[in-house]
Nanobody, 122 residues
């Protein structure tokens, strides 16, 4: 099973994007997380949502600007990006995750996929 991230693109500072992470063939109960890898940097966890979609967690760098949500009927997780900054540029990917004690401890679990590129111009 591969998760399919989509919705990336080029946007100006202050703009918005909506990312989606579809999981065809995957059970809906998995917690899911979004990761970001900026050019020349390590992949970092930025947000996660519980299997039920009720609980969420965010990195401080995106808190208040990004919103993660989950539609179990469609088995899709979304990441709404608002007030984008140039430092938000990177490849955004999604994965199933074990619920972490903190966002910094979030790691990929069994399933993940290719990411989608977000570029924020200044």
């Amino acid at each position: 099973v591969q998760l399919q991230a989509s919705g990336g693109g080029l946007v100006q500072t202050g703009g918005s994007l909506n990312l989606s992470c579809a999981a065809p063939g995957l059970a809906a109960y998995y917690a899911r997380g979004w990761f970001r890898q900026a050019p020349g940097k390590e992949r970092e966890p930025i947000a996660c949502v519980s299997g039920s979609g009720v609980n969420t967690m965010y990195a401080d760098s995106v808190k208040g600007r990004f919103t993660i949500s989950k539609d179990n009927a469609k088995n899709t997780v979304y990441l709404q990006l608002t007030n984008l900054k140039p430092e938000d540029t990177g490849v955004y990917s999604c994965a199933t995750v074990r619920w972490p004690s903190s966002i910094a401890h979030m790691i990929r679990d069994q399933y993940w996929g290719q990411g989608t590129l977000v570029t924020v111009s200044s």
